[in-house]
């Protein structure tokens, strides 16, 4: 009986009005989507490509180890076509310091244009969860109320029908008519990502798809037994459409602004700017430090100041130098010997606040994620962008990845003490710089050769010691280096996460199931 | 007859199921978006007032040295204003710290701020939101079976058997819908401000009563809008429910479909380079231009401004800026370009429309950034002006104005409150109109044609 009933429902849905709107909303919506986000994914990964190669040339021309600071650039996940989460809030890449731990991916990922941040996007799990939503209850608000005006309600139930029977056949009638829609979107998005050439999935990426179909019948169940129960609940179908359109708008728009807004006022977070100053607070000391430092090493090595023929340094250990007085080498080789250990000592206290001010943005964060619980919806977006890695977790977890291998960088570096080495500074043979006096005689000879003109100059640099002009010698050889790999579907956090997600999903359709079957039950007829 | 129609019509729909949950939903929630504008406004107060302070003793510290004023980065943060709370025009989101030296006007950048990346992209909870997505959908569900449901009931053919004109009908129907929500809309910014006095965070006064009312006006005219549409798609079914999957359809195209395309077509129909690819154009020209300067260009002494190689290191250095000046000032110009093209392309939707139409009313959003961007390009030149008048009168300085270094003009210290700091002006009457003009004009447009098309579709209507 109940199969009668089902399939009386698929059949009658299938030739509505409902149905033919419905398809056709998802036949110009969904492959649009899918072009936007394929088309976003695209660009993402000439950006991926285009700085990784800089960064890499970058980093493999480094002449002293003082430059040899890897970039990492952060590889944007091909699954997120279906759910971008969080991921336009996020740069790509982040550039090892000794002196600051990596917080958050910086730069642009995508989009170059900062005016286009005023535009919202969509993405495939977004408009599921819109339309699909919104065709569940648009087929489902009148089950029962539709029956009961036509009155062929009563003709049914004076049948030796049961009630139980007649809700599940007209349930199951919707859901098969809905899960075609489901199926058309799902194989038309792992069509877009099986013709298109830049990406690739593997495995576990698959296995994600699939989970994320799942998730997306359960969300479309959800929504099915709602518009049953507010049938069930309702004598009119009218006031049906109207509870179940303003509940729809509640659910699917307000819910998600309110959690984002309420995290917002209700939960404190320190303002970016104000922690960067509380960095400089902390950083002060280092700077008197470093200023103390400098010049006991000059008044040790007994030197006014420093000359060099080539030179190029800032903060954080970066120095390049060649040629000039062999002092300055000798005071590069003590100042470095203090400055880079000290920085990563600063590192660690910065790190304190750093922490604070993540840990606020993580409270802040998980607040709005319990909040948006409300909101089936939400449930469901928070399980599209875990699986698809683009949820915060995601990236959590991915910055903890880039500061662990900060440590193992800094560790071979510390192992190897090559901030001792002049190496770090310079590649010139120390024997090639000169005393006080000959550099003067030099200082000299050049006034001389540039009253003289560009053919004086010219043979003069070609007079001066080997590696005193820029670019005489080749990169280091960086192989041995640490390298930094990340494999996303190794968290094991994420299917915790998507577990819960689902079990919720799964409580409230089974809360709706029996409430809307005891309704029902009493429903008059 | 027409006011015994529109009584009629605005009773139904005042004591209807629709308005009174719509009722009990938008008013709580414009409430609590007041609320929630405010504190937020409160925290980016405080914080702008740290970092301005912090601004501050940053220019003192720099007035010690007027070279040093002049060619270091200062910025100015756009402060919060008032009327985030009824719209922030998405400033949050769009630029608000512009960045500029005596010589240049750097850039611009989106300050983080309290962003949280970690929360999700969502639009404030404010006044025009709630009229965009909220309003704008209770409109529709109110208006969907102004004619089909009355048809589906009999009780159009009934109405019409009496002296009705049916222009009168419609009309009715159109105001009632209209003032219903009205109120409504009315109900709930009044509450707002009410919220917005008792929290003292924001100066209720004439100006901002004044933008308030415009802001009401927009929402009479947005509103009307949608009932059209709404009576449309009533007129174009003989059944209430094809109607309403009509009005959800447009509803979903209009304000999610629609709207959340603008980067996707941005990106397509209006291309620009990205940032990786005009660096390197930039890193080549300035490579060029550094293997092309004279030797010496790069030679210096801190200790002596005269030192002769300074003029040939202050021409290099003024080279490259012009240089990356010229390449930065075309990028940026396609950005604006693309932003406003990509905006033009949504004048057809009613959401894009009534956000335009309030960040003019208001003189926020891109009109605002787009005005200090302009501005400040102006004080520049000025701030330059100052600089160079200070460093003729120092017979210690050579005068080779290098945009970078502070080697080869005057070092003399210069009083703090001298120093020309950039004030924003809001934009004039004039400025806000034109920005307005093609917004008001399409929505007037639209809604003529949409109510022409109403009305010759309900003449045709068979109301048997």
């Known amino acids: 009986m109940i199969g009668l009933i089902a399939r009386k429902d698929f059949l009658l849905n299938l030739t509505s009005a409902r149905f033919v709107i419905g398809l056709a909303v998802c036949l110009l919506v969904i492959p649009f989507t899918l072009v936007t986000s394929v088309d976003r994914y695209k660009q993402q990964i000439n950006v991926y490509k285009t700085a990784s190669e800089k960064v890499e040339t970058e980093y493999k021309a480094a002449k002293v180890y003082s430059n040899v600071r890897p970039s990492v650039i952060h590889r944007p996940e091909a699954l997120a076509v279906f759910s971008e989460g969080v991921s336009r809030n996020m740069g790509n890449t982040v550039q090892l310091q000794y002196g600051e731990y990596p917080l958050l991916l910086s730069g642009v990922a995508g989009f170059s244009n900062p005016l286009l941040n005023a535009f919202f996007s969509l993405d495939f799990a977004t408009v599921i969860a819109i339309v699909l939503s919104l065709f569940a209850l648009v087929f489902s608000y009148d089950a029962f109320t539709r029956e009961r005006e036509n009155n062929t309600l009563k003709m049914i139930l004076v049948n030796r029908i049961n009630r139980s029977a007649f809700f599940i056949g007209k349930f199951l009638g919707i859901l ?150 062999r002092k300055a080498l000798d005071y590069h080789l003590n100042f470095s010997t203090w400055e880079v250990p000290r920085l990563i000592d600063y590192a660690d206290k910065k790190w304190a606040v750093q922490k604070e001010y993540l840990d606020g943005l993580v409270k802040q964060e998980r607040f709005q994620q319990r909040l948006a619980l409300l909101s089936p919806s939400e449930i469901f977006g928070q399980l599209a962008s875990s699986l698809c890695y683009s949820d915060p977790g995601y990236y959590l977890v991915y910055m903890e990845r880039v500061r662990e291998y900060r440590q193992t960088f800094i560790d071979y570096v510390r192992e190897r003490k090559l901030y001792e080495s002049s190496t770090w ?101 | 007859m027409f006011t015994t129609l529109f009584i009629r019509e605005l009773q139904g729909y005042l004591y209807g199921l629709r308005f009174q949950i719509s009722f009990a939903i938008l008013v709580p929630v414009f409430i609590f978006g007041t609320l929630s504008s405010v504190f937020s406004l409160h925290e980016t107060r405080e914080s702008y007032a740290k970092l301005s302070q912090e601004d501050a003793t940053t220019l003192s510290n720099r007035a010690g040295n ?9 910025h100015y943060l756009l402060p919060p204003k008032d009327y985030f709370v009824a719209d922030d025009c998405k400033e949050g989101m769009l630029p608000n710290k512009l960045t500029y030296t005596a010589y240049q006007v750097t850039g611009f950048e989106v300050q983080q701020g309290g962003n949280n990346p970690f929360l999700k992209r969502a639009q404030g909870l404010n006044w025009s939101f709630i009229l965009y997505m909220l309003l704008s959908f209770m409109t529709l569900l109110l208006a969907y079976d102004s004619v089909s449901g009355e048809k589906e009931d009999r009780t159009l053919s009934l109405v019409f058997s009496n002296r009705v004109s049916r222009g009168s009908y419609l009309f009715a129907k159109f105001l009632g819908i209209v003032t219903a929500l009205f109120c409504v809309t009315l109900v709930g910014v009044v509450c707002s401000i009410l919220v917005a006095v008792l929290s003292k965070e924001v100066q209720v006064n004439g100006a901002f009563l004044t933008v308030v009312g415009g802001f009401l006006g927009t929402g009479l005219l947005f509103i009307s809008l949608m009932a059209v549409i709404g009576l449309l798609a009533s007129t174009l079914s003989k059944q209430s429910n094809i109607s309403l999957l009509i009005c959800l359809t447009v509803w979903v195209f209009l304000a999610v479909v629609w709207p959340n395309s603008s980067l996707f077509l941005a990106n397509k129909l209006f291309p620009i380079p990205d940032h990786l690819y005009v660096e390197a154009e930039i890193r080549r020209e300035l490579e060029d231009i550094n293997r092309n300067a004279p030797d010496g260009s790069w030679s210096s002494n801190h200790g002596n401004p005269f030192y002769s190689r300074h003029e040939l290191r202050a021409n290099n250095q003024t080279n490259l800026m012009n240089a990356r000046k010229r390449r930065m000032d075309a990028w940026y110009g396609q950005m604006f370009r693309q932003f406003e093209n990509t905006r033009l392309l949504g004048i057809f939707s009613p959401m894009a429309q009534f956000e335009q139409l309030n960040e003019g009313m208001f003189g926020g959003g ?54 020309p700091v950039y004030t924003e002006k809001p934009a004039g009457f004039a400025e806000r109109l034109a920005y307005m003009r093609n917004s008001l004009i399409a929505m007037i447009a639209l809604f003529g044609i949409l109510l022409a098309l109403c009305f010759v579709r309900f003449l045709r209507y068979d109301v048997r």
């Open chain 1, 176 to 325: 098969l008519t809905l899960v075609p829609m489901l199926l058309f979107c799902f194989v038309t998005g792992i069509l877009f990502l099986l013709l298109s050439p830049d990406i690739a999935l593997d495995g576990a990426m698959w296995t994600n798809v699939l989970l994320l179909f799942l998730s997306a019948v359960l969300y479309v169940v959800v929504f099915v037994l709602f518009g049953l129960f507010v049938s069930a609940m309702s004598k009119r179908s009218s006031t049906s459409i109207a509870v179940c359109l303003l509940c729809w708008i509640w659910l699917l728009f307000l819910v998600p602004n309110i959690a984002v807004w309420s995290a917002k006022s209700f939960v404190k977070t320190e303002q970016y700017d104000n922690m960067q100053l509380a960095l400089d607070d902390v950083e002060e000391p280092y700077w008197k430090e470093r200023e103390e430092k400098s010049r006991e090493i000059l008044k040790m090595l007994d030197i006014d100041g420093l000359s060099h023929w080539n030179y190029n340094g800032g903060s954080d250990g970066y120095l390049e130098f060649s040629g000039g007085l």
């Open chain 1, 425 to 525: 500074g310079t590649r010139m043979d120390p024997e090639n710089f000169v005393s006080d006096e000959r550099y003067s005689e030099m200082i000299q000879d050049y006034e001389t050769a540039f009253q003289q003109g560009p053919e004086a100059i010219r043979q003069f640099r070609a007079s001066l010691p080997p590696g005193w002009n820029d670019g005489n010698y080749g990169p280091l050889d960086v192989v041995g280096f640490p390298v930094f790999d990340y494999k996303p579907h190794t968290r094991t956090d994420a299917y915790n996460f998507v577990l819960a997600r689902f079990a919720l999903l799964m409580g409230i359709a089974l809360v709706l199931l029996m409430l809307t079957m005891l309704r029902f039950r009493n429903y008059q007829l």
């Open chain 2, 366 to 419: 891109y009109l605002r950034f787009k005005k200090n961007w302009n501005d400040l390009h102006v004080f520049q030149e000025s701030f330059l002006q100052w600089f160079k008048d200070l460093d003729a009168k120092d017979e210690k300085s050579p005068h080779w104005y290098n945009p970078y270094e502070n080697l080869s003009t005057s070092r003399q210290p210069v009083a703090v409150d001298q120093i």
């Open chain 2, 66 to 74: 007027i070279t040093s004023v002049a060619v270091s980065t200062s």
